[in-house]
């Protein structure tokens, strides 16, 4: 499978195409900054370097061609409310026009676990902006041609991968969730067509990942 990954130097994503690579996947890792390059090459994935802040939805269709599938795990990584709407709605969106552009149908979001409208924080929470951005592009995907998965881990750490979540956590309780077993939930949805046309929440848990996302 040919995939490309989007915020290709974030952690989840080094994990990701670390597996993805490691398997025999051909896996390209888009980044921002061309310092990265190594980083990328030491996970066995390729290197393009891509502004996608700033990318139209017709660069980046140019720069998905020939891929399958297209994984999204960039975010803004906090800042101003203004990059954050811009990085995670806006270029998110336009990743997903691109995709469409290019005829590709595989897209697997990297969302979060409490990304609905039930659970948005007031609108004066420094953490509005980035709830409000990602609620916003996960519903411009759900409305999509896309044969989308949308995962929903809690809080990431940086814990080694068990390979085991919980598929329907309590929200008032511990919800971390490492990112090794994220970037292991990619390569399952990436495996598993159930999981298309589903949002899987989930936590480090005690059952395993392929059952997790297989059961969506």
Do not use: C
Request: aromatic fraction near 4%; proline fraction near 5%.
């Amino acid at each position: 499978m040919k995939v490309t990954i989007i915020g290709g130097h974030g952690k989840v994503a080094l994990l990701a195409a670390a597996e993805l690579a490691k398997r025999g996947d051909t896996v390209t890792s888009v980044i921002r900054n061309p310092d990265h390059v190594a980083e990328i090459a030491a996970t066995g994935a390729t290197a393009l370097v891509l502004d996608i802040e700033n990318a139209s939805a017709a660069e980046m269709a140019e720069a998905f061609k020939g891929a399958d599938a297209i994984v999204w795990s960039a975010g803004a990584g906090g800042g101003s409310p203004e990059r954050t709407y811009a990085v995670d709605r806006d270029a998110a969106i336009r990743s997903m026009i691109a995709a469409e552009l290019a005829g590709i149908a595989r897209y697997v979001m990297v969302s979060f676990l409490t990304a609905s409208t039930e659970h948005l924080v007031p609108l004066d929470d420094p953490f509005y902006p980035y709830m409000a951005a990602k609620i916003a592009a996960d519903e411009h995907l759900r409305a999509s041609t896309l044969d989308y998965t949308i995962l929903g881990p809690g809080v990431l750490t940086l814990d080694g991968p068990t390979g085991l979540l919980d598929p329907a956590p309590d929200l008032a309780s511990d919800t971390l969730t490492s990112r090794s077993n994220t970037a292991l939930a990619i390569v399952a949805a990436l495996d598993q067509p159930a999981s298309i046309g589903k949002t899987i929440n989930f936590t480090d848990g005690t059952v395993p990942v392929a059952e997790v996302v297989a059961g969506a």
